[in-house]
């Protein structure tokens, strides 16, 4: 299968600072990627949608202005946690898709990042 | 807007002995795919197995067989032979477009 790779896996930050988490399709070109977000022992929620070249969608009750998402290439998608707070802190996992297949697009996910803001 | 629910927040088993997951859907798309994936204490996202909608074949992988029935929106997973490394969470989700929808998930626990 395709292959996402998503840095860092882990991350620590001060409150008040921001932080970048990227996520990169290895092999393939991913025309879509898409950002969750997971508290412990909860599920996943999707945050947003992002294409190549355009601007993401963000999903109800999301702040796009504190969650900022750039795909600015066929291979990489970045989330950035701006002004971050201790609320912030979670588990944030990407999934990239190569699109072509209309609703039967596969979506592949990196590994996840654990991010804890003191 | 499609909607997953996994019923059970829990469930145990012993080893070698069979489980069955629960997971209804809705969703008035009628391409999509259906997902299982298993997700241990590291986080990473597995996939278990997946079921195209318009297969009316239930898929199995090895000691995971799925019970798709469209017209009821149930996809069920069965976990035969069960392994201690199958402890994990397991979400339901539905997929459109690359995007998953996900269940609130079943903590699976495998004793010995």
């Known amino acids: 299968g395709a292959v996402v790779s998503q840095h860092p896996s882990w991350v620590i930050c001060k409150s008040g600072t921001s932080v970048k988490i990227e996520c990169r399709s290895l092999d393939f070109q991913a025309t879509t990627m898409f950002w969750y977000r997971q508290f412990p022992k909860q599920s996943l929620m999707l945050m947003a949608t992002?294409?190549?070249?355009?601007?993401?969608?963000?999903e109800q009750g999301v702040e796009k202005d504190k969650f900022l998402i750039n795909h600015a290439s066929l291979t990489l998608s970045t989330l950035t946690v701006t002004s971050a707070h201790p609320e912030d802190s979670s588990f944030y996992i990407c999934?990239?898709?190569?699109?072509?297949?209309?609703?039967?697009?596969?979506?592949?996910f990196g590994q996840g990042t654990r991010l804890t803001v003191v | 807007a499609q909607t997953v629910t996994q019923s059970q927040p829990e469930m145990s088993v012993q080893e070698a002995e069979t489980v069955t997951l629960s997971c209804t859907y809705d969703?008035?798309?009628?391409?999509?795919?259906l997902f299982w994936y298993k997700q241990p204490p590291s986080r990473q996202m597995i996939l278990v197995i997946r079921?195209?909608?318009?297969?009316?074949q239930n898929a199995t992988e090895n000691r995971f067989s799925v019970n798709f029935q469209k017209a009821a929106k149930s996809f069920s997973l069965k976990i035969s032979d069960s392994q201690l490394g199958d402890t994990a969470m397991y979400f339901c989700a539905f997929a459109s477009y690359g995007k998953l929808t996900f269940g609130q998930g079943t903590i699976l626990t495998v004793h010995p």
């Open positions: 992002s294409n190549e070249g355009s601007k993401a969608t963000y």
């Open positions: 079921q195209e909608a318009y297969k009316q």
């Open positions: 999934s990239a898709t190569s699109g072509g297949s209309g609703p039967l697009d596969e979506a592949f």
């Open positions: 969703t008035s798309e009628s391409n999509y795919y």
